[in-house]
């Protein structure tokens, strides 16, 4: 088995990811604005969103998404949004951490990052799709290193100004490739991007 690393972020359209979901999900350095992505329902999103955890079958976390996950989803197997509760409560959850010593309650859940590149390997032989949720700081990583075959964004109608990017100044510059584009009923996109070979060309436009 050849499987994906499939990264799924809530943007906006400054590119802001920290925190789409609440409040509390991640205030570091001050972030005014979490919950932001309930200023600006779309239910398409929510499609999206189903279709594509349809062949999940893992988890990969930065440790401040997994506690979050596991303080939420083990007590949400039922109603409405507990099909995700369930999914989540029985494929393996792997979390990204230096911390050999992190306290993993969640079952199915064991760390990775000693070494992440054999590790993500070991993922794909694995898994036909890991997808990473959140955990900003972690996608920051894949992103530079391009560990990932699949980043997928919903981007919203909304600009912040401040918070943490999918691509932050100083990014490793790369290419890619649109896989697949839509347009949400109250202006959200669903953008699928691949990595591409090649470094990024510059030219002048015309020539």
Do not use: C
């Amino acid at each position: 088995m050849t499987g994906r690393i499939i990264i799924d972020l809530f943007a906006t359209l400054d590119g802001v990811a920290q925190a789409p979901g609440g409040p509390e999900e991640d205030a570091s350095d001050g972030f005014p604005f979490g919950g932001w992505q309930a200023g600006v329902p779309d239910t398409a999103v929510g499609k999206w969103v189903m279709e594509g955890m349809s062949t999940l079958d893992a988890l990969l976390l930065g440790r401040r998404t997994y506690d979050l996950f596991a303080s939420y989803w083990p007590r949400h197997t039922t109603g409405p949004e507990g099909w995700i509760g369930q999914l989540f409560d029985r494929v393996p959850k792997y979390v990204a951490s230096h911390d050999a010593d992190i306290d993993l309650e969640w079952q199915g859940s064991s760390r990775v990052g000693a070494d992440l590149r054999t590790e993500l390997a070991a993922l794909r032989e694995s898994h036909r799709d890991v997808h990473v949720i959140g955990s900003i700081d972690l996608v920051q990583t894949l992103l530079a290193e391009q560990f990932f075959d699949e980043l997928q964004l919903w981007v919203y109608p909304v600009v912040l100004g401040r918070g943490k990017k999918v691509f932050p100044d100083g990014s490793a510059a790369a290419n890619l490739t649109l896989l697949g584009a839509e347009v949400g009923e109250n202006g959200a996109v669903s953008l699928r991007y691949a990595p591409a070979p090649g470094s990024v060309r510059t030219g002048v436009m015309g020539e």
